[in-house]
């Protein structure tokens, strides 16, 4: 049999991709050994774009062609949100409910992960909230421990400079059975009920 090196270098590459596991590398790769040269010319093109193009937008971190995202270029005001990576931008925006600008930590704390305040964003976030006159933090990481955790972290870290921080409420999803969610959950929207 034939050595087929290149095809298993481009299967172990697929596999490094999140969720991504062998079976799915396997049939990305022979999907692309299957298609035509114009097919892969775009996809690698594509890619080495991304890399020579994309960077961080220097105000916020979020992903940016410019200095400036388009969010910070576009945006102002003293009100922003703290989020873990652009992904969460993007789901935010998509929402349409905030009309501030974006902080991005790139990461969380995370001592498991041997990952602590000086290895997320956080320099440029206290830069920030002294040179733009911020007000409010809303702190929209996800709710779990990490996430948590890099929440109480910059609400203790920032508190003292009188600024207001909150976070994103927390409880039952619109349609959730009661029956069926966890305590965790119920105890959280318990907490975080509203007058209607």
């Known amino acids: 049999m034939q050595n087929l090196d290149c095809i298993n270098r481009l299967i172990n590459c697929f596999t490094k991709l999140p969720g991504v596991g ?14 035509d040269g114009a097919f892969t010319k775009d996809f690698c093109d594509a890619l080495l774009s991304v890399k020579a193009n994309v960077k961080f937008c220097r105000r916020c971190g979020n992903f940016s062609v410019a200095d400036e995202c388009n969010i910070c270029a576009k945006r102002g005001g003293d009100v922003v949100c703290i989020v873990r990576d652009p992904r969460d931008v993007i789901a935010i925006e998509k929402s349409g409910a905030f009309n501030g600008t974006y902080h991005v930590l790139h990461g969380v704390i995370s001592p498991l992960d041997k990952k602590g305040p000086d290895d997320i964003n956080l320099k440029s976030l206290l830069v920030r909230i002294r040179d733009e006159k911020i007000t ?15 929440a ?16 994103l409420a927390q409880g039952l999803a619109i349609g959730t059975n009661l029956e069926y969610a966890d305590q965790v959950t119920l ?10």
């Open 22 to 35: 062998y079976k799915t590398a396997e049939r990305y790769a022979y999907k692309i050994v299957e298609e």
């Open 136 to 150: 409010e933090l809303i702190i929209a990481t996800n709710p779990d421990v990490e996430g948590e955790a890099t």
């Open 152 to 167: 109480n972290y910059i609400a203790a870290l920032v508190k003292p400079s009188g600024v207001r921080v909150t976070r």
């Open 187 to 196: 105890s959280r929207a318990l907490m975080n009920r509203v007058e209607i």
